[in-house]
C-alpha cells in the first residue's frame, strides 16, 4: 500500500481522546490526528482548504528538513501553495552567515502584516538560527506574532507544538540544546518525483574555527545503515532514480555507531539497491576522504563522477587556524589520487576569503590551488563573523574592502577554470537525468550530468525523471545548450 494512504489511515484509527503515547514516532502520530480534527473543523467553519508554505534558507540538510515539515503539515489537512499568503507559514531558517540571518529578519515583518489580514494564519520558525538565544530572544521581543519557535532537534514534533500552541493560544518555544535521538518513520513530502535527499547522518563534530554548524547542528550521530537501505529501496519502489545523501561530513559517517560501518561500505550497498541509477553525496571533508572511499567511488558505477571538496583555503597556515586539520599539500596530494583513480571525475569546492590574519600571501596560495585543482565550479564566501566560534575573537579581523577586493579576483579566476573545464567536454555525448522544463524557452527541456552540469536540449516534457544521452553542442559558460542523442 502507498505510505501515505497507509498512514492515513493509521492516523484515522487513533483514539485522540486517549492519552499521548510517549515513544515516537507514535506520539507524533497521535498530534497528528490531533491537529488534523481542528483543521477539519477549521476547514468547515471557513468552507475553504487550508494552505501552508514552508520557506527554506539555507542548506540542502534544511532543504530535507523542510520536505518533513511538508509531510507532517499534509498530514494535518493543510495544502501547499507557492506563496508566503496562507494559512501557515514556515521559515526554516540558516546561520551560517551573517546575511542568512538578515534574509530572515527581512521578512519575518513581512510576514506579521500578512497576518493582520489573516488573524488565523499561523507563523512558525524553525532551524538553525532558532538554536541560538539572542535570536530566540529577539523573535519573543520584536515578532510577538509568531506562534511557534523551534529548533533542529526538534523537527519531527511540529504537530506536537502545533497542538499546544492552539490550545495555549500564544507563542510556544521549544528550542533543544542536542538530542541523540533519530527519529524514525515520520511523514516526508518530496520536491522531485525522480531524485530525493537522504539523510546518512545529523551534526557534526569537526569544530572548523569559523563555523557555527556544530553549535547549532549538534554532535554527529549516523543513521543505522539498514535504515537508510530501506528508505533508498521504497523510494526506488516510488520511482526515484537518483539519492543525494547528506551530511556535514558524510566521510566520517558510522564512526558512532554501536556497529561501525564505513562511508565506502555504505556506499556499496546503495549502489546494489535496485532502481537506483545515480548516487551522489554532500559534503565531504578531505581530512576523512580514505582511499577506501576513492576505490568504492571508482568501483561503484552508479556513484557519479562528482566530487564536492571544501578546501576553505589554499594556505597551511590559515588551515591550521581554521582547524580544518590538512594542509595544502596534503589536499593536493590527495586530489591527485582522487583524479588518478576517476580521470573524468570532476571537482568542486567552497572557499572562504577574508578568514582572520588572511594575508596577501595567503591568499594567493588559495588562487593556487584553484588554478592546480582545475575545479568545475567554486562557491567562494566572504568570511562572516559568527558569534560564539573561535575565530570571531582572533585577532587581525581583515578588512572588509580588502576582502571584497580579494573575492573579486577570486571569482575571476573561478570563473576563468571552471569555463575552461567545461569547453573540455564540449561535442561529447554524455547521459543525463532530465529533471524539468526549462523556464525561459519553451520547447527545451533541462539536463543534469554525471559532473553536475546542467544541459539544456529540445525535449518534451514526458522526458522529465528520464535518463537519456545528450550530444553538448555548445558550452555557455557554467551550461551546455545540447541535442539528444540516439546513440
Ligand atoms: N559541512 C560542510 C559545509 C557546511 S557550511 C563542509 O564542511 O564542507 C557550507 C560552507 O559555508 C562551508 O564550506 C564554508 O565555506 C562556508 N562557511 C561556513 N561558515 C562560514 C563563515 N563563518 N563565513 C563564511 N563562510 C562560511
Ligand atoms: Fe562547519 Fe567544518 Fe562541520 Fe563543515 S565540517 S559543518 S565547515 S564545522
Ligand atoms: Fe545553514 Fe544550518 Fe545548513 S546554518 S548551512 S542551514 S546546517
Not at 198 to 216: K, L, Q, R, T
Not at 226 to 238: K, P, S, T, V
Amino acid at each position: 500500500m502507498d505510505k501515505k494512504v497507509e498512514l492515513d489511515k493509521l492516523l484515522d484509527s487513533i483514539d485522540t481522546g486517549a492519552e499521548a503515547p510517549v515513544s515516537e514516532p507514535e506520539r507524533q502520530f497521535f498530534y497528528m490526528a490531533k491537529c488534523r480534527e481542528w483543521t477539519k473543523a477549521e476547514k468547515a467553519r471557513l468552507g475553504r482548504e487550508l494552505t501552508f508554505h514552508v520557506q527554506t534558507f539555507g542548506c540542502q540538510m534544511n532543504a530535507k528538513d523542510s520536505e518533513k515539515l511538508t509531510g507532517i503539515l499534509e498530514e494535518i489537512g493543510y495544502v501547499e501553495t507557492d506563496s508566503e499568503n496562507a494559512d501557515f507559514v514556515i521559515y526554516n531558517t540558516c546561520t551560517v552567515r551573517e546575511n542568512a540571518n538578515n534574509r530572515v529578519y527581512g521578512r519575518i515583518g513581512y510576514l506579521g502584516t500578512l497576518k493582520k489580514k489573516n488573524p488565523g494564519m499561523k507563523i512558525a520558525m524553525c532551524g538553525c538560527m532558532m538554536q541560538e538565544e539572542h535570536v530566540v530572544e529577539k523573535i519573543r521581543r520584536s515578532y510577538r506574532f509568531v506562534d511557534i519557535v523551534f529548533g533542529t532537534h526538534n523537527i519531527f514534533k511540529l504537530a506536537e507544538l502545533f497542538y499546544e500552541s492552539l490550545k495555549r493560544g500564544k507563542m510556544v518555544v521549544e528550542v533543544l540544546q542536542g538530542t541523540d535521538m533519530i527519529v524514525e518513520d515520520l511523514p516526508s513530502e518530496r520536491k522531485y518525483p525522480f531524485k530525493a535527499g537522504v539523510n546518512i547522518m545529523y551534526g557534526c563534530n569537526n569544530f572548523c574555527s569559523y563555523c557555527i554548524v556544530p553549535y547549532v547542528r549538534g554532535r554527529e550521530r549516523s543513521r543505522k545503515p539498514e535504515d537508510i537501505i530501506h528508505e533508498i529501496e521504497e523510494l526506488a519502489a516510488n520511482g526515484v532514480v537518483e539519492v543525494m545523501l547528506l551530511g556535514q561530513n558524510v566521510n566520517s559517517y558510522g564512526k558512532t555507531l554501536a556497529e561501525p560501518v564505513s562511508f565506502a561500505k555504505l556506499l556499496r550497498m546503495v549502489n546494489e539497491v535496485e532502481g537506483i541509477r545515480r548516487i551522489r553525496f554532500m559534503t565531504s571533508h578531505p581530512k576523512d576522504l580514505s582511499d577506501e572511499l576513492i576505490q568504492a567511488m571508482a568501483e561503484c558505477e552508479k556513484v557519479c563522477m562528482h566530487l564536492h571538496l571544501p578546501v576553505q583555503s589554499g594556505s597551511s597556515r590559515i588551515l591550521k587556524a581554521m582547524n580544518r586539520r590538512y594542509t595544502k599539500e596534503d589536499y593536493l596530494a590527495l586530489v591527485d589520487r582522487i583524479k588518478a583513480a576517476m580521470p573524468s571525475i570532476s571537482l568542486t569546492t567552497d572557499i572562504i576569503v577574508g578568514f582572520p590574519g588572511e594575508t596577501e600571501e595567503d591568499f594567493l596560495e588559495t588562487v593556487d590551488v584553484v588554478k592546480k585543482v582545475g575545479y568545475d565550479s567554486a562557491y567562494t564566501f566572504l568570511y562572516s563573523k559568527r558569534t560564539g566560534t573561535p575565530a570571531a575573537t582572533m585577532e587581525n579581523q581583515v578588512p572588509e574592502d580588502v576582502a571584497k577586493e580579494r573575492f573579486d579576483r577570486l571569482l575571476q579566476v573561478v570563473t576563468e577554470v571552471s569555463a575552461q573545464r567545461a569547453q573540455e567536454d564540449t561535442g561529447r555525448i554524455e547521459e543525463v537525468l532530465v529533471e524539468e522544463r526549462n523556464e525561459q524557452e519553451p520547447g527545451l527541456v533541462t539536463g543534469r550530468l554525471s559532473n553536475n552540469l546542467l544541459v539544456h536540449f529540445p525535449g518534451d516534457t514526458d522526458l522529465i525523471g528520464q535518463i537519456v544521452r545528450v550530444r553538448l553542442d555548445e558550452c555557455r559558460g557554467f551550461y551546455y545548450m545540447g541535442t539528444q542523442s540516439i546513440r
